[in-house]
Structure formats: structure tokens, C-alpha cells
């Protein structure tokens, strides 16, 4: 269904001024339906450069933080750091910034917040299950905020032709690492006349691929990387380059899932809240934790290149009376709308082959592998995958592919 869109005219017409055209605009937009009261509103803006004048005056933007308020609405104007070095891309210099250009809470009656904190690493994997991402990082502000009014100057762009209302949510509220991710199929590359060898981006590597190399410049593990872009927004001396090189299709379909991410915001994750809870109730469960920067990876490879495969839970079973064997569950929470193709080879590779060899290893306790497609069933289809565990149960197209009996290895 098309959009209906309200336009106001520049031209100045029985005397009444932009500024109060820019209520009547919101008004006719439907904004008292979308805030309700007590509401934290996110104005999504761009504070421009410095020394620019390519952003929406703070004096439209007092009007709009005064029309949510008029609605009971609580307004923060926000927006998140860029991925190049300059006067946005941390949360004290984009303040200053700002501040330059005319916001400030004298100006616009709101504060400001800036919605990936303050180095840009303050966000929400949103899951989406979009052709490119299965998930995407937004601003935390961002997503937080219980209501959003997107105030956007329209601008041309070099790969996506026009920059509009799109563009500022999804390339705007996306964490740099989420900029570096829809700019480029990535790879990073170490400068190494600028590395100092301070480690950060290796703490920072979600998957452990980069380490520091006998010359002392970071080294990144290409069988390993994924490509997330991390360890471009953690180094604090830009010594780790930003690649620049993608399709403009690609662009403006990865703009729109990050701006898919930051609309649905919260209700994004709502399978995944599902099954923390599920977990919360299992009283088999010992423990349960979301894969999200622990570095658990499996690797599989779709069609003749390796990746990475992130499992989003995994949980650890109470031992039963007797035993003295740890299991742990892997939990996916896919979605019928995944694309497929990796999905499918991902699933199968975790659970015929990795579950497989480590079982067969017999050094790390039992694993098993779910994928839960549906939330209708969660119940209990966790509790069979459990069960299944619990019995040793083969948990693959083939049996014979496990073996429990074999003399163990050791660890
Ligand atoms: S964070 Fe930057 S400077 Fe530090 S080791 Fe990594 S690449 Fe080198
Ligand atoms: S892009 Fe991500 S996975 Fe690759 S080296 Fe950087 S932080 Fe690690």
C-alpha cells in the first residue's frame, strides 16, 4: 500500500510561517496516534558537519520536540556515529557537533542522546531474517525508545542516488560496525604504519581472528573473519582501513534491512525473548546463554567459500542423578522467512557434522543441535531436543555417524 504524503509548501501564504506548517504536517501525519503517554520518543536526526548547512534547522526541530509534548510524549533527539573518522564518530565530539550547528537543549527543549553510545558499540542485534542480514546492530537508544519521529533532509548520494527518510534510519541508526557491514562485502586490512600493537581490536574480535604478528601489527585470520566490521570501529588509531567497495543495489537493500531493524526495533527479538523465557521455566536448563560475542563459532562452507556460522543460543543441561556428563544444547532461532540457501547448509553442517565430531571426540561432554522454526511449538520442541540429549539420542540423518562407545580421546 503507498504511503499518503503531506507536503507543505516553502512559499509563505496567509502569513502562516514553516515553522507552524511543520505542526500542521506532523498533525495531519498522524502523530497523536503514534505517541502515547509517557512515551520516550527518538527523533531520529543528522546534526550535519561542521562548517555545513545540510540538516534540518533546530528551529523545526523545536517545533516537532513541542508537538510531541503536547501529546505526552517525553523527546530525545538522537542519532548514531558514523563509521569514518571526523567530527561524528564518537558520542563527545558528535555532541560537539551538534552543539555547533544549533542543538542543544536550550535550542530544541530536548536532550540529545546518542543512540550507539559513546564509541559506537552500544547496540541491539535486531534480528530480521532480510536476503543480506539475519540480523542487523542498532543504536540502543534507538531501539529502546518506545516511539520515533524521523526528521530528514533530502539529499543526492553517491551510491544510493538519493539519501531520504530510508537512509536516515537505516544507515543512520545502524552502529558503525553495522555501517562498515552494509558498505562493503568486508575484509579488513591493517595499516600497519599506523598500528601500535594495543590489542583492542583483538579483545574486540568477536570470533578471535585477529592476533598480533611477530612484526607487532595486528594480523587478521581471513578463515575466520567474518566481517562484521568491529574491528574497524575499535581501533582508536584508524589503523584498520574501511573498504568501500559494493554494489549500489546492495547498498540500498542493506540500508533498507537496517531500517527494517530499527522500525521493528524491540519486537525484532521477540522469538528470542521467547525462548529466554522457555529457558527461565526448563527446569532441566542449568544455564542458558545468547551466542553474542562469546566467540562460539562453527565453520561450514555454501557454495565453495567458508563462513562462520553464529548459533544464537546455547544451553547447559542439568546433570542427571549419577552421571558426570556435561550436555550442551544448541538452540537456533531461525524463522520460516530465512533465505534458505545457508540456512539449511548451516543447520545441517551443526548438526550432522560439528555435533557429530565433537560427540565422537568425546573430550567436551554431549552436544546437540535444534532449530526452532516456529514459536508455537517452542515448548516442545525444546523439551524433545532435550529429551533426545538426555537419551543420547542419535541427533542426525544417520545413527552411525554417532558413536558414544568409542574409547574417549581425552579433552
Ligand atoms: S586496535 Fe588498531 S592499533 Fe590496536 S592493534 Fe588493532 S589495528 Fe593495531
Ligand atoms: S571484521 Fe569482525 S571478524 Fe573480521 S577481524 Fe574484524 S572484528 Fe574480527
Not at 520460516?336 to 560439528?354: F, H, I, N
Request: overall charge negative.
Amino acid at each position: 500500500m503507498a504511503a499518503a504524503v503531506y507536503f507543505a509548501p516553502v512559499r509563505s501564504v496567509k502569513k502562516r510561517s514553516m515553522v507552524a506548517r511543520v505542526g500542521t504536517l506532523l498533525e495531519r501525519a498522524g502523530i497523536a496516534g503514534a505517541i502515547a503517554e509517557g512515551d520516550l520518543v527518538a527523533v531520529k536526526m543528522h546534526f550535519g558537519e561542521k562548517g555545513n548547512t545540510g540538516f534540518v534547522h533546530p528551529v523545526f526541530v523545536r517545533e516537532t520536540v513541542a508537538r510531541i509534548k503536547q501529546h505526552g510524549g517525553k523527546p530525545f533527539l538522537t542519532d548514531a556515529n558514523t563509521l569514518y573518522s571526523g567530527m561524528r564518530s564518537n558520542a563527545v565530539d558528535h555532541l560537539q557537533c551538534a552543539l555547533q550547528n544549533g542543538f542543544s537543549y536550550v535550542t530544541v527543549d530536548a536532550p540529545i542522546v546518542i543512540a550507539d553510545g559513546i564509541d559506537g558499540r552500544d547496540a541491539v542485534d535486531v534480528r530480521i531474517d532480510g536476503e543480506h542480514f539475519e540480523s542487523v546492530r542498532i543504536g540502543s537508544a534507538a531501539v529502546h525508545a518506545d516511539a520515533m519521529v524521523v526528521v530528514t533532509h533530502v539529499k543526492g548520494h553517491e551510491a544510493t542516488g538519493f539519501g531520504g527518510a530510508l537512509k536516515n534510519i537505516g544507515m543512520g541508526l545502524g552502529c558503525r560496525s553495522a555501517k562498515q557491514r552494509m558498505h562493503a562485502d568486508f575484509k579488513p586490512e591493517v595499516l600497519a604504519e599506523k598500528c601500535t600493537a594495543c590489542s583492542r581490536c583483538v579483545r574486540w574480535c568477536p570470533v578471535g581472528a585477529i592476533a598480533i604478528g611477530p612484526d607487532r601489527v595486528a594480523q587478521v585470520d581471513f578463515e575466520t573473519c567474518y566481517g562484521c566490521g568491529e574491528c574497524v570501529a575499535s581501533c582508536p588509531y584508524a589503523a584498520i582501513a574501511v573498504q568501500w567497495k559494493t554494489t549500489p543495489r546492495a547498498l540500498q537493500e542493506k540500508i533498507v534491512e537496517h531500517a527494517k531493524g530499527a522500525l521493528d526495533g524491540k519486537d525484532g527479538n521477540t522469538w528470542e525473548q521467547i525462548l529466554a523465557l522457555e529457558c527461565e521455566l526448563n527446569s532441566d536448563v542449568e544455564a542458558y546463554v545468547k551466542n553474542d560475542h562469546l566467540g562460539f563459532t562453527i565453520p561450514y562452507i555454501h557454495q565453495g567459500r567458508s563462513h562462520s556460522y553464529v548459533p544464537d543460543f546455547l544451553l547447559r543441561l542439568k546433570c542427571r542423578d549419577h552421571e558426570d556428563v556435561d550436555r550442551t544444547l544448541i538452540v537456533e532461532v531461525s524463522g520460516g522467512q530465512k533465505s534458505p540457501g545457508p540456512t539449511k547448509v548451516k543447520s545441517l553442517t551443526a548438526r550432522d557434522s560439528w555435533c557429530v565430531a565433537v560427540n565422537n571426540h568425546n573430550g567436551f561432554g554431549r552436544w546437540g543441535y535444534v532449530e526452532i522454526t516456529t514459536m508455537i511449538g517452542v515448548k516442545q520442541a525444546l523439551a524433545e531436543a532435550i529429551t533426545a540429549l538426555y537419551d543420547d539420542a542419535p541427533i542426525i540423518g544417520d545413527p552411525d555417524l554417532l558413536d558414544f562407545n568409542e574409547v574417549a580421546r581425552g579433552a
